[in-house]
Antibody, heavy 120, light 106 residues
Framework: EVQLVETGGGLMQPGGSLRLSCAAS????????MSWVRQAPGKGLEWVSL???????NYADSVKGRFAISRDNSKNTVYLQINSLRAEDTAIYYC??????????????WGQGTLVTVSS | SYEVTQPLSVSVPLGQTATITCGGN??????VHWYQQKPGQAPVLVIY???NRPSGIPERFSGSNSGNTATLTINRAQAGDEADYYC?????????FGGGTKLTVL
């Protein structure tokens, strides 16, 4: 079955760090654009980061310097390291695959999301 | 950075046609994708590259993109189409989402 499964969310203290994981099955993460997209409670979708098949990464300006995306090809897993947590990082974090159809890719495969809550 | 604008809400009578817009400067030259998100669920791709439907998406869903507006059209709207809809495009290796439109089927 083709799926993405996110784990690692939870209740975190401001200023802390955590690492989210996105385990893929049925696809090979190193062959794909993989992104993290977050959604604050009651709000819209916000793109966070991506990692290209070549390993190049990019980030939204709002998280640059605090977030780091990476992958472990042997585990077929993508990670999102979040440092210096802030209340505004509270959101469901989705892992998504960018599928090439001959142009800038849409996100055709999404995980179920993992909730990160930042509160003291 | 590139910005896109969606109406906060759209209402459509059951069985009629819903139109959801995504506005942006010269958006017609970009590839626009559309997602449907129901409460408590992950987004689902319904239109990619302006006009294309993924496998499994009903033909009632269609898209267009020209000038400063991309449009998602839902024909013969059903109660099950009630959801939030988001447009998405790429701008210089950065993904941009619209703010989302809540579709209500009356």
């Amino acid at each position: 079955e083709v799926q993405l499964v996110e784990t690692g969310g939870g209740l975190m203290q401001p200023g802390g760090s955590l690492r989210l994981s996105c385990a893929a099955s049925g696809i090979t993460v190193s062959d794909n654009y993989m992104s993290w997209v977050r959604q604050a409670p009651g709000k819209g979708l916000e793109w966070v980061s991506l990692i290209y098949s070549a390993g190049i990464t990019n980030y939204a300006d709002s998280v640059k310097g605090r977030f780091a995306i990476s992958r472990d090809n042997s585990k077929n897993t993508v990670y999102l390291q979040i440092n210096s947590l802030r209340a505004e990082d509270t959101a469901i974090y989705y892992c998504a695959r960018g599928k090439f159809y001959g142009g800038p890719p849409p996100f055709d495969l999404w995980g179920q999301g993992t909730l990160v809550t930042v509160s003291s | 950075s590139y910005e896109v604008t969606q109406p906060l809400s759209v209402s459509v009578p059951l069985g009629q046609t819903a139109t959801i817009t995504c506005g942006g400067n010269n958006i017609g030259i970009k590839n626009v994708h559309w997602y449907q998100q129901k409460p408590g669920q992950a987004p689902v791709l319904v239109i990619y590259r302006d006009t294309n439907r993924p496998s499994g998406i009903p033909e009632r869903f269609s898209g267009s993109n020209s000038g400063n507006t991309a449009t998602l059209t839902i024909n013969r709207a059903q109660a099950g189409d009630e959801a939030d809809y988001y447009c998405h495009l790429w701008d210089s290796s950065t993904a941009v989402f619209g703010g989302g439109t809540k579709l209500t089927v009356l």
